[in-house]
């Protein structure tokens, strides 16, 4: 029994050292990149392999060169992926600080919200906002079936903007602050929109602040969706570039398809230099639902280093495979300059790769838009061409 044990976790450690080595092949392929996302459950694995090779060697079992080489690259691999998630815990220096109990400050709650096609529990939205009462609320794949159900919030958000697509992308957003310009863009794929914005702040202080919001649902990598990350990365690359060039007051949030460790999402840091509100506290995993073991964090806020964080949450379950996310932010100036040396600085690499995926970005989605224009609905070729405009 103790020697079937010892093959079981010598093969554990060897499944774990080798996707630590998978993750560094640089291709987009989803079978590739896949391996960014459960970095948890390989430490949880990987724990487990380690205490178990172990335990065999107190016991007393063989052991070989192969297997004092196979514990060192465990150990190597565990510290690894520790170092891609211990920043998302609380023994880590905090990115955003708590906001200040100031007297009259001005903030905005903000809540995120995949609420998957297919669930008709339009219900458990609508009762979440109106007990949350977020001042804007950004949902993804909503369709018309969803923007019908949402009507009933409408009469406290009078600022909307709708996609009801039926492809898995639809997007809405709804505001109680006023929307100044408000933009749908399909950056890289003809049918995968994303919304840019001014928002006008009201209340506190600094009544009357105009900031940026963005919003994000790009394509993940995976055997249904999008065989390569190309156009995910290039995307969110893109608008961490126009972030960074503009220089605006900027929160982005959505449902990026990837995880905050991944290397798309570091690079976006560093070249947008917008903070996450989450180094330094927790891990806010919000897909999927019904797996608890199979869950990471796809749902993200990032803001500009003039907001403190009052709080951010995951909501209870609305019948979506995502948790909503509820965060509360508070703008605070006087922080700015304090909290952008927190900010992850880019290289010259990091502009020049950043260049190259975004390039690499608009060709893939090229040939994606040409793929999909055969399958789009009459419905969402009328709500393309009228949002386009």
């Not at 961490?240 to 570091?266: F, M, P, Q, Y």
């Amino acid at each position: 029994m103790l020697e079937i044990l010892f093959y079981v976790m010598q093969a554990l450690a060897g499944f774990i050292v080798f996707a630590t080595v998978w993750g560094h092949v640089p291709l987009d392929y989803w079978w590739v990149r896949g391996v960014d996302f459960p970095r948890i459950q390989f430490i949880v694995i990987g724990v487990i392999a380690l205490a178990g090779l172990l335990f065999a060697l107190i016991m007393g079992m063989e052991w070989t060169i192969w297997q004092t080489l196979l514990t060192l690259a465990l150990i190597g691999s565990l510290a690894w992926q520790l170092r891609m998630v211990l920043p998302y815990t609380a023994i880590w220096q905090k990115e955003v600080r708590s906001a200040s109990n100031l007297n009259n400050p001005t903030q905005i709650k903000l809540m995120v919200a995949n609420v998957l096609t297919s669930n008709d529990n339009t219900d458990a939205l609508v009762n979440l906002v109106n007990q949350q009462t977020p001042d804007v609320l950004i949902t993804l794949e909503s369709d018309k079936k969803w923007e019908n159900a949402l009507t009933a919030i409408e009469p406290n958000y009078p600022y909307t903007v709708k996609i009801p697509l039926d492809n898995l992308y639809g997007m809405h957003l709804y505001s109680r602050f006023e929307l100044i310009d408000p933009e749908v863009k399909y950056l890289l794929v003809e049918d995968i929109p994303s919304i840019h914005t001014q928002i006008r702040l009201t209340g506190g202080e600094h009544d009357g602040k105009v900031i940026w919001l963005y919003c994000l649902h790009p394509m993940p990598p995976s055997p249904t969706e999008a065989d390569k990350s190309t156009t995910r990365d290039a995307e969110l690359l893109m608008v961490g570039k126009h972030i960074h060039d503009s220089d605006k007051t900027v929160i982005l949030a959505g449902d990026l398809n990837d995880v905050a460790w991944s290397k798309t999402t570091r690079m976006f840091q560093r070249i947008s230099q917008l903070l996450d509100p989450r180094i330094g506290r927790f891990f806010i995993n919000t897909f999927h639902v019904k797996f608890p073991f199979l869950r990471w964090a796809l749902d993200h806020i990032f803001h500009s280093p003039c907001f403190t964080l009052v709080d951010i949450q995951r909501m209870p379950s609305i019948g979506s495979d995502h948790f909503p996310v509820l965060t509360t932010l508070q703008y605070e100036p006087q922080v700015t300059g304090e909290q952008a040396q927190n900010a992850p600085t880019s290289s010259a690499n990091d502009v020049q790769d950043t260049l190259e995926k975004i390039e690499e970005g608009r060709e893939e989605g090229e040939e994606m838009s040409e793929e999909h224009d055969s399958e789009l609905t009459d419905n969402d070729k009328q709500v393309i061409k009228r949002t386009s405009n």
